[in-house]
């Protein structure tokens, strides 16, 4: 059974940085893609970054400010979040798929975490 919790998220100050951390437990992350997409109030969900074997992709608007990497031992997924704006202000979600292609829309995503908080002040 795939779990993915979320944490990290928090309230931040433009400019500040935050890291996230997705912990997962029944997948391996050399079959699995992993994704990060963040959900704001009124809109829809929205692509943050990709990763699977060696290819990560990054959406435009977080590209050069955002990093996903991850710790094999601990079975976790890290998105380390600099220079922060308060367009970034959203609940982002961690997911996960049976694949070896990075993947950029979340209907194609099977499991999801519960989501963490991120707000980012002016």
């Known amino acids: 059974q795939v779990q993915l919790v979320e944490s990290g998220g928090g309230l931040v100050q433009a400019g500040g940085s935050l890291r996230l951390s997705c912990a997962a437990s029944?997948?391996?992350?050399?079959?699995?893609?992993m994704g990060w997409f963040r959900q704001a109030p009124g809109k829809d969900r929205e692509f943050v970054v990709s990763w699977s074997g060696s290819t990560t992709r990054y959406s435009d608007s977080v590209k050069g400010r955002f990093t996903i990497s991850r710790d094999n031992r601990e079975n976790t997924v890290y998105l380390q979040m600099n220079s922060l704006k308060p367009e970034d202000t959203a609940v982002y979600y961690c997911?996960?798929?049976?694949?070896?292609?990075?993947?950029?829309?979340?209907?194609?995503?099977?499991?999801w975490g519960q989501g963490t908080q991120v707000t980012v002040s002016s």
């Open positions: 997911a996960g798929k049976f694949s070896s292609a990075v993947r950029f829309n979340p209907s194609e995503y099977d499991y």
């Open positions: 029944g997948l391996s992350f050399s079959t699995y893609t």
